[in-house]
């Protein structure tokens, strides 16, 4: 049965619950709850596993903290046996409008921490998805901004994103990174 790896970035415990840092988490809490599945504490993360089609997927919520988020996905890559062909990490993004989305079979980190430290330990070739989270913040103000909580307004403008999110996964599944690249990526831009 073939495996796939899907990670969303974030960091664990309530005071970081609805910040745009974990928007990654957000998403695999919405694609959870659409398959009736629930996550487990194991072993570098909050898992959660199902299939699709004949297709096994596992969930991973990293508890590392964001700039350690490498160790957990080298960990459940290696664990379960799973080709970085089949990795998909959703993760915040500041340089995107909030709403807007990207989705990318490989490339740089773009400055984020997370995808720094995954590039440290298994490389740029894997698919990510980068959830535009804006950059309405004033200079020197960009911890605050990413830590900081989504407003009910903000929510409204995310939860598409959130939704089209859900269903890039299964495509990227289903219908691998180019496909799933060519159907959604012009649904993501917001000006």
Partial sequence: MDKYLIVGLGNPGDEY????????????????????????????????????????????????????????????LNKENIDQSRLLVIVDDLSLPLGAFRLKASGSNGGHNGLGNIQQLIGQQYARLRMGIGN????????????????????????????CAVDIIKSFVLAGIDNTMNAYNKLGKKQ
């Avoid at 959660?48 to 459940?76: I, Q």
Wanted: hydrophobic fraction near 40%; aromatic fraction near 14%.
């Fill in 17 to 76: 619950a609805g910040t745009r840092h974990n928007t990654g988490f957000m998403i695999l809490d919405a694609f959870a709850k659409a398959s009736n599945i629930v996550f487990e504490d194991k072993r570098y993360g909050f898992v959660a596993e199902t299939s699709l089609k004949g297709r096994k997927l596992f969930l991973l919520k990293p508890t590392t903290y964001m700039n350690l988020s490498g160790n957990a996905v080298r960990y459940w």
């Fill in 136 to 163: 309405d913040f004033p200079r020197g103000a960009q911890v605050d901004w990413v830590l900081g909580k989504y407003s009910d307004d903000d929510m409204k403008v995310l939860q598409p994103s959130i939704d």
